[in-house]
């Protein structure tokens, strides 16, 4: 049988699936269906999702589709909490891409990526010294980034920036000019010109990342 066929009556845990503006990446901007997958692995000090570390609902990968269908959007992202803590994920992705999505999936870097179609565009937060997690980070993933990939590092001080230059060397040179790389300053914590003047000075080829969604939503504090 078709896995994918196989994969319709597979349950996963949802915290929430709504229809907001792509805040980050290389697709902030655009309308976007944001899945979020409950569970996560980390606790990073600045998280803003915790309500998704236990709360959810059981959802067939069909039912999650037919969910994400009523918005009438192409754009849909995974994201969590930690969305590789449920082995089906990969599976939910693929069934989606087949049926027509664009998919984008944040993970926070501490889990092997491999099993991830290789049409999803998968965006790894590469944790910094200020989240806790540093050591979390999976770098053999850095092996398995393909052109379509993107590396997120949110900054909330200076040993976070020297710690994410540190970490663009492991990357052959051929592969850090095909990603995208995106620099996030700490909403509320890091000055966004303190960031861009570092990225200038340094002549870094990254992303300045401003969370356009905790801008647009101030006050919001989930389903953004």
């Not at 398995?144 to 990939?149: E, K, P």
């Not at 095909?178 to 200038?200: C, H, Q, R, Y």
Request: charged share 25%; aromatic share 8%.
């Amino acid at each position: 049988m078709n896995q994918i066929l196989l994969v319709r009556g597979k349950r996963l845990r949802v915290n929430e699936i709504f229809y907001s503006i792509q805040g980050e990446s290389l697709f902030a901007g655009f309308p976007c269906v944001f899945v979020r997958m409950t569970g996560c692995n980390l606790r990073c000090s600045y998280c803003d999702t915790q309500y998704a570390y236990d709360e959810g609902e059981e959802l067939s990968s069909d039912e999650i589709i037919k969910r994400v269908k009523r918005y009438g959007c192409s754009l849909v992202e995974i994201t969590g909490g930690e969305p590789l803590l449920q082995k089906d994920t990969p599976l939910l992705i693929s069934a989606l891409l087949d049926e027509g999505f664009r998919v984008l999936l944040e993970t926070n870097g501490s889990l092997d990526i491999s099993p991830v179609d290789a049409r999803c565009v998968r965006i790894i937060d590469v944790k910094l010294p200020s989240s806790g997690e540093a050591k979390r980070n999976n770098l053999k993933n850095l092996s398995q980034l393909r052109d379509r990939d993107e590396l997120k590092f949110v900054i909330g001080r200076q040993n976070d920036y020297d710690y994410a230059k540190e970490i663009l060397q492991l990357i052959p040179g051929d592969v850090l000019d095909k990603i995208t790389i995106n620099f996030s300053p700490v909403f509320d914590s890091m000055e966004p010109n303190t960031l861009a003047g570092w990225i200038l000075n340094d002549h870094l080829y990254a992303r300045l990342n401003l969370q356009l969604q905790k801008i647009i939503w101030p006050e919001a504090t989930r389903g953004f």
